[in-house]
T-cell receptor, first 114, second 115 residues
Framework: GNSVTQMEGPVTLSEEAFLTINCTYT??????LFWYVQYPGEGLQLLLK?????DKGSNKGFEATYRKETTSFHLEKGSVQVSDSAVYFC?????????????FGKGTHLIIQP | NAGVMQNPRHLVRRRGQEARLRCSPM?????VYWYRQLPEEGLKFMVY????????ESGMPKERFSAEFPKEGPSILRIQQVVRGDSAAYFC?????????????FGDGTRLSIL
């Protein structure tokens, strides 16, 4: 079946630090990959996506590259801000059958200190 | 542009009662997905519906849970005879088509508490 594995949190960084949140996946087909962000008490917001190998998704200074050879989709940002504090979810949706919904990782809680 | 609207935001029920959660998709979206989020966990897919049809319910518990998306009106997730373990946040998402490369847009969720 499909699965997504994210690095365990919480991840605590100082403002302006470099961020990497690791994400690896297994899929039966050829998935599309997504990063979502969840602020306290809210729903998930799409941060970025990539739909084929070597695609790079980017938004608000965040980037992630679809690496088929390592089945990874790591999230990076060069200089984090306090406002980036949230929970980040890596997700996939498979094109090769199985459940039609998104498969999510457990989430990584990011805390940015001033 | 209104996003995905869920109501109520918070719902409290006693064991054995029924819970009804509503979801209105974004304008122009005819595909709806329901997810459940338990504390400290990611979201788990429950069911995928298109207007008047259940496309995939592989994530739905076999008993007490049902979902519909009628021709008119919101999608409804219904939980009968609720138990303590049903306490969770339930999120609805929508997309314009069902393609796997389509991002899903999420509502703010309904937080269900069972007394």
């Amino acid at each position: 079946g499909n699965s997504v594995t994210q690095m365990e949190g919480p991840v605590t960084l100082s403002e302006e630090a470099f961020l990497t949140i690791n994400c690896t996946y297994t899929a039966t087909g050829y998935p599309s990959l997504f990063w979502y962000v969840q602020y306290p008490g809210e729903g998930l917001q799409l941060l970025l996506k990539a739909t084929k190998a070597d695609d790079k998704g980017s938004n608000k200074g965040f980037e992630a590259t679809y690496r088929k050879e390592t089945t990874s989709f790591h999230l990076e940002k060069g200089s984090v801000q306090v406002s980036d504090s949230a929970v980040y979810f890596c997700a996939l949706r498979d094109s090769g059958g199985g459940a039609d919904g998104l498969t999510f990782g457990k989430g990584t809680h990011l805390i940015i200190q001033p | 542009n209104a996003g995905v609207m869920q109501n109520p935001r918070h719902l409290v029920r006693r064991r054995g009662q029924e819970a009804r959660l509503r979801c209105s998709p974004m304008k122009g979206h005819s595909h709806v997905y329901w997810y459940r989020q338990l504390p400290e966990e990611g979201l788990k897919f429950m069911v995928y519906l298109q207007k008047e049809n259940i496309i995939d319910e592989s994530g739905m518990p076999k008993e007490r849970f049902s979902a519909e998306f009628p021709k008119e009106g919101p999608s409804i997730l219904r939980i009968q005879q609720v138990v303590r373990g049903d306490s969770a946040a339930y999120f609805c998402a929508s997309s314009p088509t069902g393609g796997s490369n389509q991002p899903q847009h999420f509502g703010d969720g309904t937080r269900l508490s069972i007394l």
